[in-house]
Structure formats: structure tokens, C-alpha cells
């Protein structure tokens, strides 16, 4: 199939959209180009995630499990562990993990893996394209030699892109069918048919760039700004705490210029699958080119440090009251790393979670999103032992028990004026109990 044949294919929707990793990117990838006629094969090797999404279920609180099910009874939508059901596909879309190691470096091995398994069935014609969050240069220089074993050559039997994900999970305004899109191919053919094959699924703007690193590169840089910009004010919260002033009372003063500024708010730390990854990504890579990017691994130190902040507050609140933070019962509320959804990726919650468990403390924590959460085992998990705490009843009688209830994450469903009405002392690291009243002695970070 030459590249006129494939956007024909697209166009009419008879092309079949193969899409590697069913997780919080892929899934809805999947699910998007099914609900808009196309046939897709999902492709994972979790063989539960295979068997739920070939019953009609979703695992992702972003899909829900009516239009798994409806696309999957349509016959639009199949899952398999079996990589050769992608020679069937005219289009593949690469959306698996990207995470880093203990060294903060870079760990590539789900993309090398998907790619030698696509390479192993690769079609003349089929377009590639890699949506995991990775450093510029991954898909020219990991992606493409690998792909290139096939026989097949870039650009002349194949295409190969990179578009990177733009997921927010729990965000009920911005999802993938009305975000728009960067993409940047390996050469101007490979992007047009990328893009033509994105703006099917999405309302948003495909906006193209020149090469698939420019486009790598405008992923990291999305997210390096959050990151820095959650680095300053959680450096201003540590500032704030020394001088006696409220930073939530700054911020919202801040937030009413009505240019120049956009209001960013501290916390116990940054998690998720991207933030507390991709500045990482970014520093590793600019050592290649015997550069240090001191200002972005200053914002990564500042937002590390901000659990160990935490529970020094934590420490002095029960300090204050004539308790040790060693064999207080502290209850947790919130696991997941942030608000309203059920993903625990790299979560500060439970990072500060290992660390009062690790000075003694008796750990509970409550998520209605999260039953369970594994802590790393001593601090910093070096022998791979982990302990699970599995998430309690938040009821009156364990809130008047708890020597300190700490709010780690704002979760709508958590009745957050009866825990000040029963608990004794209240830290609050996400403003979630502002304009609440209660008995409780609360401290905000």
C-alpha cells in the first residue's frame, strides 16, 4: 500500500488501527478511533487486561465500560496478546510506559520491546506511530533501526511518526477527542499521514511540526513547565511556613492580575506518570550534548523534597500537641496523585506514606479510589520489599482514634467537615478543609 492508498483508507475508514499498550493513553486511543468506524486491534501482554476489554469491561475511569462494550459487540473492537494480529493493521500506534529507574535515568525497554515485536510482523505501507513520552531523538534512533531489521526501510516501505499523548486523567473538559495534537514525522509524508489519521478522532487542532524530535521535545517541555512552575510555589509554601504567612491566602491574591501570572499551587509533591518522569528524561539527554539543565534538576530536587517537608510539618504538629510522630496513629486520606481518580503512578501520597511508616508511625490511609497501595520497604525500597496498606473505612470512631489525619489529596467524596468536626488534629496539604469549620486544630502546608 503506497501513502495515496493509505489516506484513502483513512478517509473512508476502512483502514485498521493497531494500537500496542491498553493503559490510561492507549485504551482511549483505542476506544476513540473504534467509536468513529474504524477497526482496531488492541494489543497488550496483561492477559487480564485482555480478557476484561474482550468482555466489554474498561479498567480506566476515563472509559467507561458501555463503550468498550458497544464497540466490542459492533465487532469494531478486539484485544489480544498475539503481536501478529497486526499485520492486518494499515496504522500502529505505539502507547506503552516510559518510565525511569532508580538512577532517574531513562528506561526504554517497553518501547524496544514493542518495536522488535512490530518489526517481526511489519507490512510494507503501514505507518508507525510512537505516543509514549520519551526524549527527542527515541524515534529516530531507538524506533527506527529496530523497525529497519524487518528489511523494510524507513520512509520508502514504511512511515513512522511521533505524536505525544496529551492524557489528563480525570480531567472532565479536555480528553482525547477534543485536544489537539502535535505531530512530527521522520520525513513530511510520514506526518501528513499521521495527522490526517489523528484529526479523524479529535476535534482539536492537529498542529505539525518539523521532525518527529521537535515533537518529542514539545512533550517535555509541556511538562517541564508545570513541573518548575509547582517547584516555585512549593518552594514558596517551604518560605512561607519560616514567615508565618498563608500561601494559599498569596496565591488567590495573585491570581487576580488578569495577565502575566498563572496561579500554580504547592502540595506534598508531584506525581503521575509524566511530571515527576519527563524533566528527567529531558536533563539525561542534554548531557549528550555536554549540557546541564541546572534549572530544570533544581525544580526536580525542590519537588522530591517536599514529602520530607510534609512530614517534618506533619512531626511538628504532633510535636505541638506533646506527641511523637513514632507510634502515632496517623490516618491518610488520599493515595491516588491527584483528585478524583484511581492512578497512583509515582504519587506523593504514598511516598509520604513510606516515609512516616519508615519514623514509626501507625500508617491507615482511606481512598475511595485507591484499595490498595505497596510501600516500599525500608525507605527507599533497596531489597524490593514492599508492604501493602489496603484502604480503611473513614467512619467517626476511626477519625476520633487517629492522633493526626493528613490530606494528601482533595478526593470530592470525602466528607471533609466531618472529619474536622471529629478528628483531633487535622494537616492539610491541599487547602481541601479552607472555609470548613470544626473542632479539629488543623495545619495547611
Known amino acids: 500500500m503506497n501513502a495515496d492508498a493509505l489516506r484513502k483508507a483513512i478517509a473512508d475508514r476502512s483502514a485498521c488501527i493497531g494500537v500496542i499498550g491498553c493503559g490510561y493513553v492507549g485504551l482511549p486511543l483505542a476506544v476513540g478511533f473504534a467509536k468513529s468506524g474504524y477497526g482496531v486491534i488492541a494489543v497488550d ?56 529507574d532508580r538512577a532517574k535515568q531513562p528506561d526504554l525497554s517497553y518501547i524496544i520491546s514493542a518495536a522488535e515485536s512490530i518489526a517481526a510482523v511489519l507490512q510494507k505501507g503501514q505507518l508507525v506511530v510512537l505516543e509514549s513520552t520519551t526524549y527527542p531523538g527515541t524515534t529516530d534512533e531507538v524506533m527506527r533501526p529496530i523497525l529497519e531489521r524487518s528489511g523494510l526501510h524507513a520512509g520508502v516501505d514504511f512511515y513512522l511518526a511521533f505524536s505525544p499523548e496529551r492524557i489528563d486523567p480525570g480531567n472532565k473538559m479536555f480528553g482525547i477527542e477534543n485536544t489537539p495534537k502535535v505531530v512530527g514525522g521522520i520525513d513530511p509524508e510520514s506526518t501528513g499521514l499521521a495527522a490526517a489519521a489523528l484529526q479523524v478522532i479529535t476535534k482539536g487542532r492537529i498542529h505539525t511540526v518539523s521532525s518527529a524530535r521537535v515533537a518529542e521535545l514539545t512533550k517535555l517541555l509541556e511538562n517541564t513547565f508545570r513541573a518548575v512552575n509547582i517547584a516555585l510555589v512549593n518552594e514558596l509554601a517551604m518560605l512561607c511556613d519560616r514567615m508565618g504567612i498563608d500561601i494559599w491566602e498569596v496565591i488567590d491574591a495573585a491570581a487576580t492580575k488578569p495577565y502575566g501570572f498563572m496561579p500554580f499551587y504547592p502540595g506534598p509533591g508531584v506525581g503521575g506518570h509524566c511530571i515527576p518522569v519527563d524533566p528527567y528524561y529531558l536533563a539525561w ?42 507510634d502515632s496513629r496517623v490516618l491518610v486520606l488520599g493515595a491516588s496523585f491527584k483528585k478524583d481518580i484511581d492512578d497512583a503512578r509515582e504519587s506523593a501520597a504514598i511516598r509520604v506514606m513510606e516515609i ?22 525500608p525507605l527507599f525500597g533497596s531489597n524490593g520489599d514492599h508492604h501493602t496498606l489496603r484502604s480503611v473505612e473513614l467512619d467517626a470512631k476511626r477519625l476520633r482514634q487517629s ?37 479539629a486544630q488543623v495545619e495547611r502546608l
Open 356 to 377: 512516616l511508616k519508615a519514623e514509626g508511625a501507625l500508617v491507615e490511609h482511606h481512598d475511595p479510589h485507591v484499595p490498595a497501595v505497596r510501600l516500599a520497604s
Open 403 to 439: 492522633d493526626c489525619v493528613v490530606i494528601l489529596v482533595a478526593h470530592s467524596a470525602v466528607d471533609y467537615t466531618a472529619v474536622l468536626r471529629e478528628a483531633s488534629l487535622v494537616f492539610d496539604a491541599v487547602n481541601a478543609t479552607r472555609g470548613r469549620d470544626g473542632q
Open 45 to 100: 501482554v496483561d492477559p487480564e487486561r485482555v480478557r476484561k476489554l474482550g468482555a466489554g469491561e474498561s479498567y480506566i475511569g476515563d472509559v467507561p465500560s458501555d463503550a468498550v462494550a458497544a464497540e466490542v459487540k459492533a465487532g469494531r473492537f478486539t484485544a489480544t496478546m498475539d503481536y501478529g494480529a497486526l499485520r492486518k493493521a494499515h496504522i500502529i500506534f505505539v502507547a506503552v510506559p516510559t518510565p525511569f
Open 285 to 326: 539527554k542534554a548531557r549528550e550534548y555536554d549540557f546541564h539543565t541546572k534549572f530544570i534538576e533544581l525544580a526536580a530536587e525542590t519537588n522530591l523534597a517536599m514529602p520530607f517537608f510534609t512530614v517534618a510539618r506533619i512531626r511538628k504538629q504532633l510535636n505541638d500537641a506533646g506527641r511523637s510522630l513514632r
